[in-house]
């Protein structure tokens, strides 16, 4: 029972390079999400996706864009990548007033 | 949703009842209060969640007053391991409203010997 699952766990990038980070969930809920997490701070929701084939801006959508795959896979695009993109990255999913489930987070390095 | 507001930090001894306040005082007829909370940087998990009477399952009890405004995370027997970041977080339901979470900084629980 693997919950969610993000990959990678670990990246280092250039400043301008592209990346995606994949996100997927075996609980079959409707609702994903992506947040990050900069040292000493909370949780901050990038994009998240109610059901499959929607998508919609979080609070600090800038830079980012993300997929809905299918049910299962939600994945968060940089483009360009700037040194400001450098934090732990979150997947969660949900259905309902079902709580949250998080994955163990993508710590990202932009150099 | 609802702002809340919880104290940065609380100590409490390991064996001991850990009491976690978190203030609410606009939350609406809909709005639910969850509880997660963090371990060394882990992705959250999930404690507890309520929407006007109390809760106990088997990690804590949730009390949430008569107002609904304020709310206390109880950890019976605080060990160790519950040293982390705990978040209060007023979540509504109903149409239009995509479950988002939409976390604060939180409590830091720091569990002494």
């Known amino acids: 029972n693997a919950g969610v699952t993000q990959t990678p766990k670990f990246q280092v990038l250039k400043t301008g390079q592209s990346m995606t980070l994949q996100c997927a969930q075996d609980?079959?809920?409707?609702?994903m999400y992506w947040y990050r997490q900069d040292p000493g701070m909370g949780l901050r929701l990038i994009y998240y996706?109610?059901?499959?084939?929607?998508?919609d801006k979080g609070e600090v959508p800038n830079g980012y864009n993300v997929s809905r795959l299918n049910k299962r896979e939600f994945s968060l695009r940089l483009e360009s990548a700037a040194p400001s993109q450098t934090s732990v990255y979150f997947c969660?999913?949900?259905?309902?007033?079902?709580?949250?489930?998080f994955g163990d987070g993508t710590r990202l390095s932009i150099l | 949703d609802a702002k809340t507001t919880q104290p940065p930090s609380m100590d409490c001894a390991e064996g001991r009842a850990a009491n976690l306040p978190c203030n609410h005082s606009?939350?609406?007829?809909?709005?639910?209060v969850y509880w997660y909370r963090q371990i060394h940087s882990q992705g959250p998990q999930y404690i507890i969640h309520?929407?006007?009477n109390n809760e106990t399952n088997e990690m804590a009890s949730l009390i949430i007053t008569e107002d609904r405004k304020s709310s206390t995370l109880i950890l019976p027997h605080a060990t160790l391991r519950d040293t982390a970041v705990y978040y209060c977080?007023?979540?509504?339901?109903?149409?239009?409203?995509?479950?988002?979470?939409?976390f604060g900084q939180g409590t830091t629980l720091q569990v002494k010997p």
């Open positions: 969660a999913s949900s259905e309902g007033r079902v709580s949250q489930h």
């Open positions: 309520g929407l006007k």
């Open positions: 606009t939350i609406s007829g809909n709005e639910y």
């Open positions: 977080i007023v979540r509504g339901y109903g149409s239009g409203n995509t479950g988002k979470l939409i």
């Open positions: 609980m079959n809920h409707n609702s």
């Open positions: 996706s109610a059901s499959e084939g929607t998508t």
